[in-house]
């Protein structure tokens, strides 16, 4: 149908509506339509393919679940009816992160996350508004660029007891007391914290929305100022 590099030199030439004239170029037809336990689903017809998306979904969601649906289409990867984007299976994860680039591309997403530069709730608010995403997929942008920004960066979605249900990439890094933030979270959307185990610094970003919480945890090395020693003279 068309090549991945193809298909991102298009998306991030249309920024930020990428995936919609991506549509325009390729043999598939798209329905936005109301749907009942699934966000959306696609279906190959010889080489042609429709697209079925939720209507009743947020505009972020359905932009989302469009550019999730022609990522299995290039990928040629079997599809599921998409129910939650969330996942930790490997080949709907590498599905979406073919998504989020081609809503989200790296060209973009530098602006907000510059090379060994922790991100801030603003820059990710941000991007997020000029992209036409949610929060989520700019965190799992940021979380994608490890590697070429030098950060070691990782986004999870929390229940309101403070338990990570989902997290890319898996995080090892040490618990947060999460529950000790919800209480702010319910007044404010966006919260920033900082701590320190004694060999990392570590910078969280808490988000709360009306259907989950997420975090963006960015992780520093601890830079430990040398003592002061006496002069001899």
Known sequence: MIDIREALWTTESWYPNGPEKLVESLPVTVFYTPLQGCSGWCTNFGDKAIIRISSSLAKVRQRFTLAHELSHLILGAETHVT????????????????????????SKARSGLAE?????????????????????????RFAHMNQSTKLTVAVARIAESGKMIWSFPRSKFKAIAFETCYSVLSEKSSIEMEYDDGESHFKAILHKTPHS????????????????SECPF
Do not use: Y
Request: hydrophobic residues 55%.
């Open 213 to 228: 919480n997420a975090v963006l945890l960015q992780k520093f090395p601890v830079i430990v100022e040398p003592a002061e």
């Open 116 to 140: 060994g530069v922790a991100a801030n709730a603003v820059s990710i608010d941000r991007l997020a508004k000029d992209a036409n995403v949610s929060w989520m997929v700019v965190a799992r």
């Open 83 to 106: 129910q939650d984007n969330l996942t930790d299976l490997w080949e709907e994860l590498e599905v979406n992160i073919l998504a989020s680039e081609m809503l989200l591309p790296a």
